[in-house]
């Protein structure tokens, strides 16, 4: 499986790049091939293409997600290039999961029709670093997209 991590965040070394390392390694683990990619909203993503699983993800800020992340799916050709790709969503945030899912999981999820979604997961912060529980997340990763493959 060819994986790429496209993600946004305006930390670095914070909450998401720790995040993202440990899915890529999880997922390296498994045998995949993983690259990563931070996001810009003027970016071409014609890339996307050679990935057989887009990881997508980033934190929220003020109530959104973070804005390059936002501004690729709304400005670039990422949302057309998304189009019948397999996708696994992440956000990590501060808020209580119930809000999460219900105010920012959509923020992605409406620019994303016509896309598979594999998993989707929101990352509390003190779950960025808990190996079991990214674990848990790449494995549900790998056991849908290889269902999808039957
Ligand atoms: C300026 C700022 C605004 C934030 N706003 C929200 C918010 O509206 N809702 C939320 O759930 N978390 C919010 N958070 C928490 C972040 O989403 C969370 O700490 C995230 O893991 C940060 O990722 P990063 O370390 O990659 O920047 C905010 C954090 C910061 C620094």
Aim: hydrophobic share 40%; proline share 3%.
């Amino acid at each position: 499986m060819r994986a790429i991590i496209l993600f946004d965040s305006k930390t670095s070394g914070g909450s998401t790049d720790k995040l993202i390392d440990l899915i890529g390694l999880k997922l390296a683990e498994s045998g995949a091939y993983v690259e990563k990619a931070k996001c810009k909203s003027t970016g071409d993503y014609s890339f996307v293409k050679d990935f057989d699983v887009v990881i997508m993800g980033a934190p929220i800020y003020y109530l959104m997600v973070s804005s390059e992340l936002m501004g690729a799916l709304l400005q670039s050709n990422l949302k057309s290039c998304l189009q019948n790709k397999k996708i696994a969503l992440f956000l990590s945030c501060g808020s209580p999961e119930l809000m999460a899912n219900l105010l920012y999981l959509p923020q992605l999820k409406l620019n994303l029709i016509g896309s598979t979604i594999l998993v989707e997961k929101i990352f509390a912060p003190d779950q960025v670093s808990d190996h079991s529980v990214i674990a848990h997340y790449v494995d549900e990763l790998i056991g849908t997209y290889k269902k999808g493959q039957e």
